[in-house]
């Protein structure tokens, strides 16, 4: 089984394989995905990280509000998405 979770206050220079490797030292990472602007595809500075159930527990009480960067990352388990109504 594995989880979903959000990494938010990332700075815009963060490549997914900075995250990974950051992410991989508490256990085996399935899948980065940094979030991008749909019209300036810049980042957005925040993503997503799957990995395994145990890591997962310990990459978020390990990770949140350390120095990522120079910022300080926020770590915790990804919510479902919401479905809101397209206009």
Do not use: H
């Given at each position: 089984?594995?989880?979903?979770?959000?990494?938010?206050?990332?700075?815009?220079?963060?490549?997914?394989?900075?995250?990974?490797?950051?992410?991989?030292?508490?256990?085996?990472?399935?899948?980065?995905?940094?979030?991008?602007?749909?019209?300036?595809?810049?980042?957005?500075?925040?993503?997503?990280?799957?990995m395994d159930d145990?890591?997962?527990?310990?990459?978020?009480?390990?990770?949140?509000?350390?120095?990522?960067?120079?910022?300080?990352?926020?770590?915790?388990?990804?919510?479902?998405?919401?479905?809101?109504?397209?206009?």
């Open positions: 089984m594995s989880k979903n979770i959000y990494v938010g206050n990332l700075p815009w220079s963060a490549t997914e394989d900075e995250v990974r490797s950051a992410f991989a030292a508490y256990g085996e990472v399935t899948s980065v995905k940094l979030i991008e602007d749909r019209e300036t595809g810049r980042p957005r500075g925040f993503g997503f990280v799957e145990a890591g997962a527990l310990e990459a978020i009480e390990n990770l949140d509000g350390k120095d990522f960067g120079g910022r300080n990352i926020k770590v915790n388990e990804a919510k479902p998405r919401v479905e809101r109504p397209r206009w």
